[in-house]
């Protein structure tokens, strides 16, 4: 289901970030996937994105097959990445922290 | 459209990873000092042992707050691994020096948060870290009071038996 009634908090090159106008969740689309996320969810994705190794893809001998195993909200998800994929998701998941007044915390 | 992330979270996101690195260092810090305690243990020296089992403590303590002020704020503290801790030792000097180093990159390691709080302009952590700043000061002190007496009274035979007898007196 897309969350056509949500307003996009952040779109990069494969994936989108919405934000429902009630509630408080986020919706990612990911490779066509629609995933409710929590606040404490979507940390935990950050956490993950942030700990694959992306220099490890350039390098055969540290990562063979150049795909990423990423497994989300306690295993509810699982997705396999291709080295353009993650490198954009770690485009998108900053992206979606930098647009909150969180990342600068005083008004504008 | 409301700011979820703002609302849920009251510390700058990059900050929070900060702190969690923070925390894995003080893991590894306080491992290090059980370590420490350990070789002094097994080599009589009862008042050096005491103290870094103390050590080990309140750097298990450190990272405590660390690890509730990020929950407590919204984020998502992480429970640190601790490896490559080191158990050998050639004597008690070695110990203190590098108690010494470990203590200054900790130093280091917490004014990097606070130069990245000011960047961000995160004010709560800043005032947060604050404590952990004098903190790092009065660990530092301490520590080269010990270094001190090795320079007083040298390094071999009775006078270790000596300085460990004293070693209870740096933290006054």
Known sequence: MRPEMERVLFKSKYYTAYQPEKGRCFFVEIQGRIIRMSFCQLLAFRQKVSAINLDAHFYSDLNHSGTEILVLCNREHIFILDTKEVIDLKVFIHGIFEKSSASTLVSA | ?172
């Open chain 2, 1 to 172: 459209m409301k700011d979820l992330v703002r609302e849920r979270l009251s510390i700058n996101v990059d900050v929070m990873d900060l702190l969690n690195k923070q925390i894995a260092k003080e893991a590894h810090s306080s491992s290090i000092y059980l370590a420490m305690a350990s070789w002094c243990d097994h080599n009589a020296l009862d008042n050096s042992a005491h103290f870094f089992y103390k050590q080990a403590e309140e750097e298990r303590e450190h990272m405590m707050k660390i690890f509730k002020f990020i929950n407590d704020n919204g984020g998502t503290a992480y429970s640190p691994e601790v490896k490559n801790i080191p158990h050998d030792y050639n004597s008690l000097e070695e110990i203190f020096e590098s108690a010494l180093e470990q203590e200054i990159a900790i130093t280091k390691s917490i004014h990097n948060i606070v130069i990245k709080c000011r960047k961000v302009n995160d004010f709560a952590t800043e005032h947060f870290i604050q404590w952990f700043v004098e903190e790092q000061m009065e660990e530092e002190q301490v520590i080269r009071k010990a270094l001190d007496l090795f320079d007083l009274m040298g390094n071999n035979g009775i006078s270790i038996k000596l300085i460990d007898e004293r070693i209870p007196s740096i933290k006054e």
